[in-house]
């Protein structure tokens, strides 16, 4: 690995550990005034379409539609249902707990990793670290409410669980399907797609007429502002870093995130962090270590 290329992947890494982190309480803040699948709808067109039109003056390609049609596929389950399911979940959810719940993101690639044809088997290592993160999961979740504890709205995490799945899903098939040469213009066209998606199910569902501009707040368009703009770029980093690097690598940003969107929310958010969930968090995390160390150390 070329200098350079070194550079782009720690550069990378920054970006989506620090970024990343911080893209959770501004969902938060951005569907407080603005209906949730009609935010995050225009929250993907407005910056996809910004990628594409920068990159399409630079690829020296034009998208075919067997690219078209992977960025429809990998929009769908990444943006659409991935984080369009997160930003669901945020109106039940505090912000810091979503990105913590986010950690199962390396333990669904593992195991899908796993289950393809050709996949190879987990080793002991990192089917403990398996174990230890959905323990600590569960934990958090907490159906039964064990102590008279109960930090998590099942519809948040029934939805968590499903946009994990889909956005592991979109991750490994992303690394395989055809796709423009020049990323950022993959990148533009798979937000783009995932972003029509978004709005149309907006509309389906009657977002624009529960949305008035009248209450809509100046923080809540602060925020569509930060996420269109960096969290665009964060996207678009881990998308590289799936490429440049491996699925297990990449999902590393699952160690940062949570004690970042953890601190953010509650410094900005006042977002209230019990003795419980800071233990559940040691223990996901910890999970979260050893699974994606052990499943490094045997590539």
Not at 14 to 40: D, H, K, N, Q, S
Not at 62 to 90: D, Y
Not at 92 to 113: C, E, K, R
Not at 260 to 270: C, E, P, S, Y
């Amino acid at each position: 690995m070329s200098t350079g290329v070194r550079f782009s992947v720690v550069l990378a890494f920054a970006t989506v550990y620090i970024v990343w982190g911080t893209t959770y309480l501004a969902i938060r803040f951005g569907i407080e005034t603005i209906p949730v699948f009609l935010m995050a709808g225009v929250r993907f067109i407005v910056g996809g379409a910004l990628f594409y039109q920068w990159a399409s003056g630079r690829a020296d390609e034009t998208p075919n539609p067997e690219h078209w049609k992977s960025a429809f596929i990998i929009g769908g389950l990444m943006v659409a249902c991935g984080i369009g399911g997160v930003t669901w979940t945020e109106q039940f959810v505090p912000s810091g707990l979503t990105a913590l719940m986010i950690a199962i993101v390396p333990f669904w690639i593992i195991l899908m990793d796993w289950l393809r044809p050709g996949g190879s088997p987990p080793s002991g290592a990192v089917v403990f670290g398996l174990v230890i993160g959905f323990i600590g999961l569960g934990l958090l979740i907490n159906p039964g409410e064990i102590g008279g504890v109960s930090e998590i709205d099942p519809r948040g995490a029934g939805a968590i669980l499903f946009a994990t799945l889909c956005w592991s899903t979109g991750s490994i098939y992303s690394r395989h399907a055809p796709q423009p040469r020049f990323q950022p213009l993959a990148v533009g066209m798979q937000m783009m797609c995932g972003g029509l998606i978004l709005l149309i199910v907006s509309l389906a569902i009657g977002e624009l007429s529960q949305f008035n501009m009248a209450t809509l707040s100046l923080r809540s368009v602060m925020a569509v502002v930060y996420l269109i703009g960096p969290g665009s770029i964060a996207y678009a980093m881990y998308l590289f870093l799936l490429k440049a690097s491996t699925p297990a690598k990449a999902a590393t940003y699952t160690y940062v995130n949570p004690i970042i969107a953890l601190t953010v929310g509650a410094w900005l958010g006042d977002e209230v962090m019990s003795n419980w969930t800071l233990a559940c968090s040691a223990v996901i995390i910890l999970g979260v270590v050893v699974t994606v160390t052990a499943k490094m150390q045997v590539k």
